[in-house]
C-alpha cells in the first residue's frame, strides 16, 4: 500500500518538525503518532487511509491545527496533516462556494468580504474550516446567521475504507448530520466542504466599552439581566483580564468589545443601544458606544487575545444560571486568573431559534469560556489548571460545554443531547466500525 509521498516514521529525519508543526499552541503534547502524513491533494488522503486500514493503524486529521488541546496528536498511529487541502472556489452567482479544510476562516472571509459577500467565519486568524466546521463554528454574526455548520451544503469526504463520497441530506444523510456538530470526533475524513454563502451585511460595527475590574459585581449581574434581550445582530461578550495594553490600562479591567451587523448605521446604534444601560456606565474608562469597523479591524482586536508562540489551556460552559448563582464561580475566576493575556470570556449567546437537524444540538443562554494564557513552560504547572478547575467547580450550572473549547482529555463533559450522541454512536458503528478514527478524547 502507497503512502502520500511526504511522510515522516517515527525516528526519521524530520518527523519532529512535522509532528510540532501541526500543533499551533506551543504547548506540543507528549503524544507520538507512529508515522506524519502529509496529504497534498485527495488521492494522498486516499492513499494513508487504505495504509492505515491494512497495518490496523488509528488515524488523527489536522487541517489548521488549532484544537487547544491536539487532539489530532495521538499515541501510536497515522497523524494525517490535510492543511495542504486548501482549493477555495468561490461562486458569486450561485452564492456558494468549494473549499478545502485547509483554508483559514480569516482568509475565506477575507475573499468573499471583496465580493460582497459573507460566511460567518470564526473570529480567529489561523483557525482553518476543517476543525471548525465539524465543530459547529461561532463566528462573525452567528447569533444571526447560525452556527456555521448551518451553512454547510455538503461534504466531499474519505471514508474509513477508502472510499470517496460526497455528503448532504440526500447522499449518505447520517454521515452529513453527523459531521455537523461531532468535531474532534468525527470518523472521516474531510477533503472539501460546499458551504452557502450570505450577502454581506451593509454596515458593520462595533462598540466598545472598558471597565475596571472592580466593578465586576455590578457588570455581570446587569449582563445576565438583559442578556435574553440583546439583538441578535449583537455579539455582546465580555472579556476579562489582568490587564488590557490596548486601552493603556495595565490594572484588570473587562473589555466589552461588540459587533454589529445591519442594514443601516442607525440600525446599528439602536440594536447597540441596550449596553449603555450598564449601572455603572459613567465610570467606564472607555466608552466608544458605535463606531463603523471592518474585518481586518475586528481581527487585529481579537488576535490582541491570542499571540502565537504562547501555551495555552482552556475550558469552558453552556449555561442558564442565574447571577446570584454565577457570581461565585466568576469571583473566583477573577481572583485567580493568571497575568495577560490569559483572560476571561462572557459570550451572550442565546435563547438561541430552532436548529437543524444535526449532530450539533447544545448550546445555551450563556457561554462562559476560560483561556490559560502563559510564555514559559516553567509555569505549566502553575497555570495549566486554572481553566479546568474553575469550570469543574461550575460544573453543577453547566448544561453542557462547547467543542471549540474543549478540554474534555481533562474533564469530559457532554457537548450534545443524549440522543445525539446514541446517535452520533450509531452512524459511527456503521461508517467506522473498526474504530480508524479517533474519538474524543476522555472517552472510549
Ligand atoms: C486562537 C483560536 C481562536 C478560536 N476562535 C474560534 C471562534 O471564534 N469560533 C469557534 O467556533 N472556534 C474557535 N476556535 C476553536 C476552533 O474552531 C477549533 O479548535 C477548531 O477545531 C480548529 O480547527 P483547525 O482545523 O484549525 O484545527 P485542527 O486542530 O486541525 O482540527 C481540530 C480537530 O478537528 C478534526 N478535523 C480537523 N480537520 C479534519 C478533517 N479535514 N477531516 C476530519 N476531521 C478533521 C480532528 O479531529 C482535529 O483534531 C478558536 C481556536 C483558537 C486556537
Not at 107 to 117: I, K, M, P, S
Not at 243 to 252: E, K, N, R, Y
Not at 268 to 289: G, K, N, Q, S, Y
Not at 321 to 326: G, P
Request: hydrophobic fraction near 40%; proline fraction near 6%.
Amino acid at each position: 500500500m502507497e503512502l502520500p509521498t511526504r511522510h515522516f516514521f517515527r525516528g526519521d529525519d524530520g518527523y519532529e518538525q512535522a509532528r510540532a508543526r501541526t500543533v499551533w499552541n506551543a504547548r506540543t503534547p507528549e503524544r507520538y503518532p507512529d508515522l506524519v502524513a502529509q496529504a497534498a491533494d485527495v488521492d494522498d488522503v486516499v492513499a494513508a487511509v487504505r495504509y492505515a486500514a491494512a497495518h490496523d493503524l488509528q488515524i488523527g486529521i489536522r487541517s489548521g491545527g488549532h484544537s487547544w488541546a491536539g487532539n489530532h496528536i495521538r499515541d501510536g498511529g497515522v497523524l494525517l496533516d490535510v492543511h495542504g487541502l486548501d482549493r477555495c472556489e468561490v461562486d458569486a452567482e450561485a452564492g456558494t462556494a468549494v473549499v478545502g479544510p485547509g483554508v483559514g476562516g480569516s482568509v475565506l472571509a477575507g475573499r468573499l468580504w471583496e465580493q460582497d459577500l459573507f460566511f460567518p467565519a470564526g473570529h480567529c486568524k489561523g483557525v482553518c474550516i476543517g476543525g471548525y466546521l465539524l465543530q459547529g463554528g461561532y463566528g462573525w454574526n452567528s447569533r444571526v446567521l447560525g452556527p456555521a455548520c448551518e451553512s454547510v451544503l455538503g461534504l466531499d469526504v474519505v471514508t474509513a475504507d477508502g472510499e470517496q463520497i460526497y455528503i448532504d441530506g440526500e447522499n449518505h444523510a447520517d454521515l452529513y448530520w453527523a459531521a455537523r456538530g461531532s468535531g474532534p470526533g468525527f470518523f472521516a475524513v474531510v477533503t472539501a466542504f460546499h458551504l452557502k454563502l450570505h450577502r454581506r451585511p451593509r454596515v458593520c460595527g462595533s462598540s466598545l466599552y472598558v471597565y475596571p475590574i472592580e466593578l465586576a459585581e455590578q457588570i455581570y449581574p446587569w449582563a445576565r439581566s438583559i442578556s435574553a434581550e440583546v439583538d441578535r445582530r449583537v455579539e455582546f461578550q465580555m472579556v476579562a483580564s489582568r490587564a488590557v495594553p490596548g486601552a493603556g490600562l495595565d490594572s484588570p479591567g473587562i473589555v466589552m468589545a461588540s459587533p454589529v451587523f445591519a442594514d443601516t448605521e442607525q440600525e446599528a446604534i439602536d440594536a447597540l443601544a441596550l449596553l449603555e444601560t450598564c449601572p455603572v456606565r459613567d465610570r467606564a474608562l472607555v466608552a466608544v458606544p458605535y463606531a463603523p469597523t471592518d474585518l481586518e479591524t475586528w481581527y487585529a482586536g481579537v488576535m490582541s487575545n491570542y499571540p502565537d508562540g504562547y501555551r495555552y489551556a482552556t475550558d469552558n460552559i453552556w449555561t442558564s444560571a442565574s447571577a446570584d448563582e454565577l457570581m461565585p464561580g466568576i469571583t473566583r475566576i477573577l481572583e485567580t486568573m493568571p497575568p495577560h493575556p490569559a483572560h476571561f470570556l462572557w459570550l451572550n449567546w442565546g435563547p438561541s431559534p430552532q436548529r437543524q437537524d444535526m449532530a450539533y444540538s447544545m448550546e445555551d443562554e450563556v457561554y462562559l469560556a476560560l483561556y490559560g494564557v502563559w510564555r514559559d513552560a516553567a509555569d505549566d504547572e502553575k497555570y495549566g489548571d486554572w481553566a479546568r478547575s474553575n469550570m469543574a467547580a461550575m460544573e453543577p450550572l453547566q448544561t453542557g460545554i462547547q467543542l471549540a473549547d474543549e478540554n474534555l482529555g481533562r474533564r469530559p463533559a457532554p457537548f450534545a443531547t443524549p440522543e445525539a450522541m446514541a446517535r452520533l454512536d450509531r452512524v459511527r458503528a456503521e461508517y467506522d466500525p473498526q474504530g480508524r478514527f479517533h474519538s474524543w478524547m476522555g472517552r472510549a
